[in-house]
């Protein structure tokens, strides 16, 4: 099987390869940086990153743009009453939320671009977009007619005719399954933020933002456009919408949207206030680790429901797993091996990689490791997992890994793994002292299992990782 997604515009699952050169052009919306992050957010940007992880696994290059959107309604509403410019108000989110990411370990996209870096090519796609006779001006502020537009609702999947002609929106957000008008570029307003452009002073909407850079960064068409449901409409729809009448091309070959993540059957959301920041959960003592895991343990085309019980059961699992691979690095194993286990190990590999190809199944891929983790457990107690059969499990583990990123532990616990390596050095020299040469010896080679050299000096022992 090969890997294939759920695609929002064919409303099917396909089978995925990009268009040139094995490098898949993607593009995925951003944060909007009025304030920290949610978790909620997270978890669509968790998504991404798993998104991202696989199709490297799968061999592919990555191109990916995601935007900072630093100007919008909120942005200029909450720097005004803080009495600080766009950019003061703005670099401080921004910035917390790039260290928001490190801490989920979240990969960051190739090209990280802020909307206000790029006034210049937006203006220029208005003007583009105002020749082709995809516009009307009014108050100053310039509108898309999506009545010029005959695809529009191929996304939603909504039905627009009849509904096309007319009224106009200018806010950045508005109710779904109402298509009008939107802004494209907003007339200046006293005390509000403007900028000096070919088509006159203002400022961008919040839609055309998104078409230029993902243009300009990866051309005019995208193999992989994502983002979270909410998106769909009118955000993506009006991409579509703005993009497809610029160059005449598909805007993106594939669509995937994440659903949401949700708190006692709502939508996790700043406007609701039923809402936990990354930092939030992590003053309350939870591991990061664990969060990421959460987000990424339930399929992304299913809403997540946030609990506390969750977030401990995630922690656990982590544990879990942890434990059986310092076994499977430590343990002593008879020597040879076990054609069983080998065939068994061979089959979690093969079920980890069917399930994330199955539109990234990850509960399913969790499943498989798990599901190995136990019966490689009890063939240890057994004596059936040999030394023959560690190499096979730890690349399983690594491939694991390289995805889903929860082993390594983090922040003060990285700090205990050092002391329980000082710990064993400890153990080691006691041996040596009590001429236990033997222990010394096994205690040294442990060690190296896990990646832990040691150097006997004159000033006592040092280790390093390997
Ligand atoms: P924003 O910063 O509001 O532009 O949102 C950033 C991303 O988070 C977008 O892709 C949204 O679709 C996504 N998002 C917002 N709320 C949730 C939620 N409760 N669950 C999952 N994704 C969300
Ligand atoms: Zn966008």
């Not at 991404?48 to 992880?53: A, E, G, K, P, S």
């Not at 909120?74 to 989110?93: Q, S």
């Not at 370990?105 to 082709?132: N, P, Q, S």
């Not at 005019?220 to 091309?249: C, M, R, W, Y």
Request: charged share 25%.
């Amino acid at each position: 099987m090969s890997l294939r997604f759920y695609n929002t515009l064919s409303q099917r699952v396909e089978e995925f390869h990009p268009a040139r050169d094995n490098t898949v052009r993607l593009y995925t919306c951003g944060p909007t940086v009025y304030s920290y992050a949610h978790i909620g957010n997270f978890r669509t940007f968790t998504f991404v990153d798993i998104l991202r992880r696989w199709l490297r696994a799968s061999g592919y290059g990555l191109d990916h743009v995601m935007n900072i959107t630093d100007v919008d309604d909120k942005i200029i509403r909450n720097a005004a009453a803080e009495k600080k410019t766009l950019g003061e108000y703005t670099a401080v989110y921004t910035q917390a939320f790039l260290e928001d990411c490190a801490t989920l370990r979240l990969e960051v996209a190739e090209h990280l671009v802020k909307a206000t870096d790029h006034i210049g090519d937006m203006a220029d796609a208005i003007a583009r977009l105002t020749a082709g006779q995809h516009t009307y001006t009014s108050d100053g502020s310039v509108y898309f007619r999506i009545a010029t537009f005959p695809g529009y609702g191929k996304l939603s999947h909504n039905d627009f005719s009849g509904n096309l002609a007319g009224a106009r929106v200018d806010v950045d957000e508005y109710e779904k399954a109402d298509a009008r008008d939107f802004a494209l570029w907003k007339a200046p307003k006293e005390g509000e933020t403007s900028w000096d452009t070919k088509i006159g002073p203002g400022r961008p909407g919040w839609h055309i933002e998104c078409s230029v850079m993902a243009i300009k960064y990866l051309g005019e068409t995208l193999d992989i456009h994502a983002g979270g449901v909410d998106l769909i409409f009118p955000h993506h729809e009006n991409e579509i919408a703005q993009s497809e009448s610029l160059t005449g091309k598909q805007f993106s070959r594939f669509w995937l949207h994440a659903e949401f993540l949700m708190v006692e059957g709502q939508k996790m959301a700043k406007s609701l206030g039923n809402y936990f920041t990354l930092r939030d959960l992590i003053g309350r003592g939870y591991k990061p680790e664990a969060i990421r895991y959460l987000l990424a343990s339930v399929p992304y085309r299913k809403s997540l429901n946030f609990t506390f019980d969750g977030l401990q059961a995630a922690q656990m699992a982590i544990e879990r797993l942890r434990n059986f691979k310092l076994r499977l690095d430590t343990e002593k194993l008879p020597e040879g091996g076990d054609d069983k286990m080998a065939a068994r190990t061979e089959a979690a590999a093969q079920a980890f990689v069917n399930s994330l190809d199955d539109d990234l199944n990850t509960a399913e891929a969790l499943a498989a490791a798990f599901e190995y983790a136990r019966d490689a457990n009890s063939a240890m107690d057994a004596g059936q997992f040999g030394a023959d059969n560690r190499a096979a499990a730890v690349r399983f583990f690594e491939q694991f890994d390289a995805v889903f990123d929860v082993l390594k532990p983090s922040g003060a616990d990285a700090g205990d793994d050092d002391s329980k390596i000082e710990a064993r050095i400890a153990e080691r020299n006691a041996a040596k002292k009590a001429r236990n040469f033997a222990r010394a010896d096994q205690i040294r080679d442990e060690l190296l299992a896990m990646g832990i050299i040691l150097e006997d000096t004159k000033s006592g022992v040092r280790w390093k990782r390997k």
